[in-house]
């Protein structure tokens, strides 16, 4: 099973800040297979980036995500008061799929 | 509207059997592979399994193989999650999502319900 280890467990930043968000896997696996998900108190999670960098459909460009291999990023430009929420990764390319432990990102 | 229904909460005792339900709606049914997610309180996301409604092909999670029963009736556009016996361990929210691709095992999910909390207490 590849587990998914998340970095920062909270992020504190003020709105207008970057929020840089880390995702490392235990090992490699097919291609840039991750995506990465918003999820607020009460809600379901939201898709945002899927294939480690493409945007899911109407996602604000100030969200993109990078990396390959073992080591992906999340990045959050110009932090928005309704982006203070927890952020998931979770990894497509192997069998189980698995989610990350979460970054929550908190207003400062 | 493309939406997934969820059946709405259940407060059951150990020991009890549940089956709950997410009904599809505003897309091809049978052609995206549905997930279930479950979310204990406090806690992060974890893949169940996952079940094609077109064939009711079901892929299970290790963790999750043997305890619960993934199905699918595509008449009625509806994916199922059931127990036989619940533990108070199996207190969560339990979402159902469907996959954003018709590629098989590009397995990750743009629509999302709105869970069905599920607490199993004496």
């Known amino acids: 099973e590849t587990v998914l280890t998340q970095s920062p467990g909270t992020l504190s930043l003020s709105p207008g800040e970057r929020a840089t968000l880390s995702c490392r896997a235990s090992?490699?696996?097919?291609?840039?297979?991750l995506a990465w998900y918003q999820q607020k108190p009460g809600q379901a999670p939201r898709l945002l980036i899927y294939?480690?960098?493409s945007r899911a459909t109407g996602i604000p460009d100030r969200f993109s995500g990078s990396g390959s291999g073992t080591d992906f990023t999340l990045t959050i430009n110009r932090l928005e008061s309704e982006d203070f929420a927890v952020y998931y990764c979770q990894q497509y390319g192997s069998s189980p799929l698995t989610f990350g432990g979460g970054t929550k990102v908190e207003m400062k | 509207e493309v939406q997934l229904v969820q059946s709405g909460a259940e407060v059951k005792k150990p020991g009890e059997s549940l089956k709950i339900s997410c009904e599809g709606s505003g897309y091809s049914f049978t052609s995206y592979w549905i997930a279930w997610v479950r979310q204990m309180p406090g806690k992060g996301l974890e893949w169940m399994g996952i079940?094609?409604?077109?064939?009711?092909?079901?892929r299970y999670s290790p963790s999750f193989q043997g305890q619960v029963t993934i199905s699918a009736d595509k008449s009625i556009n509806t994916a199922y999650l059931q127990w036989s016996s619940l533990k108070a361990s199996d207190t969560a929210m339990y979402y159902c999502?469907?996959?954003?691709?018709?590629?098989?095992?590009?397995?990750?999910?743009?629509?999302w319900g709105r869970g069905t909390l599920v607490t199993v207490s004496s």
């Open positions: 090992q490699s696996f097919r291609s840039s297979y």
């Open positions: 294939g480690a960098s």
């Open positions: 999502a469907k996959c954003r691709e018709v590629i098989p095992r590009n397995w990750f999910f743009d629509l």
């Open positions: 079940i094609y409604p077109g064939d009711s092909d079901t």
